[in-house]
């Protein structure tokens, strides 16, 4: 029997969070509030998409399209959201029979390709898929490119002093070090999570990268994401010097955005005891994981964090498929018109 699709209205955002709280491909990102917050900050149409059969929900794809010129795209997650994955969350699961787990996902996959080509008529389709949803099948059958992608993630049911030797003498070192010379960790609000944004702004202007870091869109998740968004900063003589936005779903704590480097720099680093006191924090909220989000995925990034805990690295997919338009328009943005601004940006700081 085929999926058919319908597309979800407000009145359906009670199912909608249902079917992502029973799912294991749920995230806290898929929820409607924070997809309708995205759909408003990113300038893209959500195209909130549930999957039908025998009048039973099977899954539902948060789709956002945008249309530039030529070029019909569709993502998901859109560009400059800040959010790691969105993509398919099938409905329970767990509970499903192997054989009926994948009639379901694959019909649903198929229902979406004839919208995506047929309704939509996109050229450009890029999905990031949620860490748990590892069946590719339906993607490359369909014929998208495949790019694997990593978190970290650390196991906190061994408990923080256990942890804490899993760190190589140094670190612990450090992270003593900076106690005694007056470092603190603070949970912070909304003035916080601003100046963290202020710092990420600055740092990627001084490494002549461009990335818009939209205020009112943060507020906004923070305002309607209070009770699992953690502010977390660093402070020097009651100054902050870096701070993370970081969230807690499902007994699961995320680190997210965060971490810029100092202007002038600090010893110990601010970050690595940023990174501890959150790993202590997390382990005293009775969380079972903290997951390091998108790090061991950045050349640059990776060896700063691969020595912190011991963590397990975990792989989700990106799958793409673009025109020969599209191609060579996100090969022009990426090569050219990104360093362009990132050296445009950089000239206003100094």
Same mark, same amino acid.
């Given at each position: 029997?085929?999926?058919d ?5 407000n009145n ?10 029973q ?5 806290l990102? !898929?929820?409607w509030?924070w ?7 990113? !300038? ?6 549930i ?7 099977? &899954?539902v ?7 530039k ?7 998901s997650?859109?560009?400059? %959201?800040?959010?790691?994955?969105? &993509?398919?969350v ?14 379901n ?19 450009y =389709? ?10 590719l099948?339906?993607?490359?059958w369909? #014929?998208?490119n495949t790019?694997p ?6 196991n906190?049911s =061994? #408990? ?21 010379? &007056?470092?603190?960790?603070?949970? @912070? #609000? ?7 944004l ?8 001084l ?11 943060f507020?906004?998740?923070?305002d309607?994401?209070?009770?699992n968004?953690?502010i ?5 003589? &009651?100054? =902050?010097?870096? @701070? ?13 955005? @965060? ?7 600090i010893?110990p680093s601010?970050?690595?005891f940023?990174? #501890? ?18 790090a061991?995925?950045d050349?640059?990034?990776?060896? $700063? ?15 793409k ?7 060579? %328009?996100?090969?022009? $943005? ?7 601004? @990132?050296?445009?940006?950089h000239l206003?700081?100094?």
């Amino acid at each position: 029997m085929t999926v058919d699709l319908r597309f979800a209205q407000n009145n359906d955002a009670e199912e909608w969070d249902t079917i992502i709280a029973q799912s294991p491909h749920g995230t806290l990102f !898929h929820t409607w509030k924070w997809l309708k917050i995205t759909e408003k900050h990113t !300038h893209t149409t959500l195209y909130p998409v549930i999957g039908m059969k025998d009048n039973t929900p099977i &899954g539902v794809f948060p789709l956002f399209f945008q249309k530039k010129g030529l070029l019909r795209m569709v993502f998901s997650p859109p560009p400059e %959201s800040f959010l790691p994955y969105l &993509g398919p969350v099938m409905a329970k699961f767990n509970t499903l029979k192997q054989e009926k787990r994948e009639i379901n996902y694959i019909g649903f996959q198929t229902a979406i390709e004839y919208f995506l080509n047929q309704k939509l008529h996109s050229n450009y =389709i890029s999905i990031s898929l949620s860490p748990d949803l590892q069946d590719l099948r339906p993607f490359t059958w369909s #014929g998208y490119n495949t790019e694997p992608l990593y978190d970290y993630v650390t196991n906190l049911s =061994i #408990g923080w002093d256990t942890l804490l030797q899993n760190l190589d003498r140094k670190q612990r070192q450090n992270l003593n070090r900076a106690k005694k010379r &007056g470092m603190v960790f603070e949970i @912070g #609000g909304k003035r916080e999570l601003e100046t963290i944004l202020d710092f990420m702004e600055g740092r990627y202007a001084l490494q002549k990268k461009f990335l818009r870091w939209p205020k009112d869109y943060f507020l906004a998740i923070y305002d309607a994401y209070k009770d699992n968004l953690k502010i977390f900063v660093a402070k020097v003589e &009651g100054e =902050i010097v870096s @701070g993370s936005i970081d969230f807690q779903y499902r007994n699961v704590h995320y680190s997210w955005i @965060g971490g810029p480097k100092p202007r002038n720099p600090i010893s110990p680093s601010p970050n690595d005891f940023l990174i #501890g006191e959150s790993v202590r924090y997390a382990t005293e909220q009775a969380c079972r994981y903290y997951v390091l989000m998108s790090a061991a995925s950045d050349k640059r990034l990776y060896a $700063y964090y691969v020595t912190k805990f011991n963590p397990k690295l975990n792989i989700r997919y990106l799958v793409k498929k673009t025109s020969f338009l599209s191609a060579l %328009s996100e090969t022009g $943005y990426m090569n050219i018109y990104k360093p362009l601004m @990132g050296k445009f940006s950089h000239l206003l700081l100094t």
